[in-house]
């Protein structure tokens, strides 16, 4: 009872900071949705979000939705993949999500959409960028987003709805602005060439830099540690 208590807290906690950060924007709180991200978490813990309410998670592993799946799988929600994606792994994970938030390179969208015919299903994507240019980081560069698009959005049975990236380490969230305001120029330009949706969705931000990433346009923020508590990668 103790770790729901303090989850379903950590939960009001977030949405504050949402809606008074949106406040401060002058946006609307509704415009912004929370994202669970549930890596090393295990089902029950999971459910107690879920239970109140919650209906998007976010696993970057393969494994934890095959290891979850049987437990979560009576849930009406959301589940987007949102780690870095390796080829091999396109026949799982499209068992088990609505959408990949990690497309950053054509060769993985190619089988992507292979597999998707073959199976006679469609998925939505989000592009990743690496905003911050760190080399320990995927991503498409920003300089090369563009054009990827281009060769995507060509491709049968994938949608691309979204941008995601994730923003540069800062001990003061306002060091990651830069990777934000990048990801929203690259919307804006994309969406004038009529590459992207109007409703196109900006996944940016996280526990700690999750107010600027709404300041910038965030349509998700990611979050996991400040809900969940620490991680366990001892699972």
Avoid at 46 to 55: F, R
Avoid at 189 to 195: G, I, M, P, W
Avoid at 208 to 227: C, F, K, N, P, Q
Wanted: hydrophobic share 35%; net charge negative; aromatic share 4%.
């Amino acid at each position: 009872m103790e770790n729901k208590e303090i989850i379903l807290q950590n939960l009001q906690h977030i949405y504050t900071r949402i809606a008074e950060t949106c406040l401060k924007a002058g946006r609307n709180k509704e415009d912004v949705r929370l994202l669970l991200a549930t890596k090393t978490q295990d089902a029950d813990t999971i459910k107690i979000a879920l239970d109140a309410g919650e209906k998007l998670i976010g696993e970057n592993k393969v494994q934890e939705y095959t290891e979850k799946w049987e437990e979560l799988k009576d849930y009406n929600i959301e589940r987007h993949f949102i780690g870095h994606l390796q080829t091999n792994k396109i026949k799982e994970i499209i068992k088990y999500v609505t959408c990949i938030e990690s497309v950053d390179r054509i060769d993985l969208a190619q089988k992507l959409s292979a597999k998707l015919v073959s199976e006679n299903k469609t998925m939505e994507i989000y592009i990743e960028v690496n905003t911050s240019e760190e080399d320990s980081k995927s991503g498409v560069s920003p300089e090369n987003a563009i054009a990827l698009i281009q060769q995507i959005k060509a491709l049968p049975n994938i949608q691309i709805t979204g941008l995601m990236t994730i923003g540069k380490p800062s001990e003061n969230p306002e060091g990651t602005r830069f990777c934000f305001q990048i990801l929203r120029k690259l919307k804006e330009e994309a969406q004038a060439q009529n590459l992207l949706p109007q409703n196109c969705a900006l996944s940016m931000g996280m526990s700690h830099d999750l107010e600027v990433a709404i300041e910038e346009g965030s349509t998700i923020v990611r979050v996991g540690s400040a809900i969940f508590g620490n991680r366990n990668y001892a699972k």
